[in-house]
């Protein structure tokens, strides 16, 4: 199953509605586009495996690229709009990109790029002369090109530790464009995704990243139609799932938090009886927030646990968590290992570094020394995160092992600081971080949004105090409360927590 056999036989048929326009685009339509974008790719001295940039908010046109190169053998880089001019332009040089997709929305961030790589072609929606992407589509024809090859993209990290990493991918073994992907049994099997075409599902994060990308192009092959939001409202995407009768969607746990805080009546007020599936990751859930999904949504929700890596998944949905709280699932793809710092397998249980067995591991690109960093000596690979397995072989996250505090000699894992904190009525986000100090190595800090900034102070201060009071022990406690309207957080849920960090140790360098 792929978009160009649907664009055969149900060209009418919506494959992408934009929820805050409506401006639908047909499966016909995407299909003519995507072959003129690959016939664009060619125009421009494109050939399988060379790389080009996208940076573009969520538009129309984004899965139109996304086909297209997929059917050029091209390397699609999506790039974050969040990151700065220079970020980006690393992540351009380093991928070799010959060409940058992009919109009028990021002119300014563009001008720097463009003082960064002088001889870089662009294109820009909404631009005009030679720098015109509609001109540019509507030259070509709307046929497929004669080569047709599998494209792949290769995603970079968000950088919350460091520079961003790409992943190079491994080429498929099928290397025919319309050759089924692993991820199409996952979500028919796995998730118990519909594949007659009546799938309608809802993607409320930033195209850019893995999991709305991955999702989104699922469910084109499997004929759905793909609701993207422009961005992420809590109210809105409740309207919306009411409005187009969403079937199917996927989340991180701050999209949950930030529904959660939303006014019971306010809550209450939309039909969501269409919706059968709720898949969520990237971020470990807290566990009421968890159980106050479910309690709403009912036993809908799926959660697992991957990366843009791609070396393994775990599953699990409502009726495995509620038997295995805080679990992300058993592994369904890979086999999980948890490690010691001294590389041997620990008992269940004990948290340890997570590893995962599999015979198709991905690089880092131009980065051997990350990619050797990764590896355990028996051929595993890590993401980077702390976990333990209970005894049923299930998977529970603590923490990204980068994110650990020392404090005073005693390792501290700040999520579990986080998962209490934004359960407060009165937050609406939180980051904990180590900060420096002369005496303990580093000190507990916590970073709080507020629901209402008005109420930031020591009286709110002391409240949170008294509120972990009890549920953590004393060395966990956080010695600073920092109040902000916001946090550095991607719109894919992930924390900016390396800005944060860097920030409090500029401070303790002008202190010292």
Not at 69 to 76: D, M, T, V, W, Y
Not at 82 to 89: D, G, Q, S, V
Not at 412 to 419: A, G, K, L, T, V
């Amino acid at each position: 199953m792929h978009p160009i056999l649907h664009a055969q036989s149900s060209p009418d048929r919506p494959a992408v509605i934009m929820a805050g326009t409506g401006q639908a685009v047909t499966y016909g339509e995407m299909d003519a586009s995507a072959n003129r974008f690959a016939q664009l790719l060619r125009a421009r001295g494109l050939q399988p495996n060379d790389a080009y940039g996208v940076l573009l908010e969520n538009h129309p046109r984004y899965f139109d690229i996304i086909w297209g190169s997929q059917r050029s053998g091209c390397l699609l880089v999506p790039i974050s709009t969040r990151l700065t001019a220079p970020e980006i332009a690393y992540i351009l040089e380093d991928s070799g990109a010959k060409l940058l997709i992009t919109s009028r929305k990021y002119d300014a961030v563009v001008a720097g790029i463009r003082e960064a790589c002088p001889d870089l072609p662009v294109l820009v929606i909404g631009g005009a002369g030679d720098e015109d992407f509609e001109a540019a589509l509507a030259a070509q024809p709307a046929g497929p090109i004669p080569d047709q090859a599998s494209g792949l993209a290769m995603l970079y990290s968000s950088g919350t530790t460091g520079r961003p990493k790409g992943v190079r991918p491994r080429p498929p073994e099928d290397p025919s464009v319309t050759a089924p992907v692993a991820l199409m049994g996952l979500a028919t099997m796995g998730a118990g995704m519909p594949s007659d075409g009546s799938m309608v599902y809802l993607s409320p994060a930033p195209l850019y990243h893995a999991a709305p990308m991955g999702w989104g192009t699922c469910v084109h092959r499997l004929g759905g139609t793909v609701v993207v939001m422009e961005k992420f409202d809590p109210e809105f995407a409740l309207e919306v799932i009411e409005k187009y009768r969403v079937t199917d969607s996927q989340w991180v746990p701050t999209h949950f938090v930030r529904m959660l805080k939303l006014p019971e009546e306010v809550r209450t007020r939309y039909d969501l009886s269409s919706h059968h599936r709720a898949i969520h990751a990237a971020a470990p859930c807290p566990v009421p927030v968890k159980q106050a999904m479910i309690d709403w949504w009912g036993p809908v929700i799926i959660e697992y646990y991957a990366g843009s890596e791609g070396i393994g998944m775990t599953l699990l949905g409502s009726e495995q968590w509620l038997t295995h709280p805080g679990s992300v699932g058993p592994a369904i793809y890979g086999k999980l290992h948890i490690c010691g710092p001294d590389g041997e397998e620990v008992p269940a249980g004990q948290d340890g570094l997570i590893y995962f067995e599999n015979e198709i591991l991905p690089t880092y690109h131009n980065d051997p020394k990350k990619t050797a960093d990764a590896m355990h000596p028996n051929g595993w690979m890590t993401l980077g995160d702390i976990g333990h397995l209970d005894e049923d072989g299930y998977l529970y996250l603590t923490d990204r092992k980068s994110h650990m505090i020392i404090s005073g000699g005693v390792n501290i894992y700040p999520q579990e600081i986080e998962n209490l904190l934004v359960t407060h009525d009165k937050v609406m986000d939180a980051a904990v971080i180590g900060a420096p100090c002369p005496d303990l190595g580093e000190k507990v800090v916590a970073v709080v949004q507020p629901m209402d900034m008005a109420e930031a102070g020591e009286a709110l201060e002391e409240e949170l105090r008294e509120f972990l009071d009890g549920q953590l022990s004393r060395v966990k406690m956080p010695r600073l409360f920092d109040f902000r309207p916001e946090l550095p957080r991607e719109a894919n849920g992930k924390l900016y927590k390396r800005e944060l960090r860097d920030e409090y140790a500029a401070r303790a360098g002008e202190d010292a």
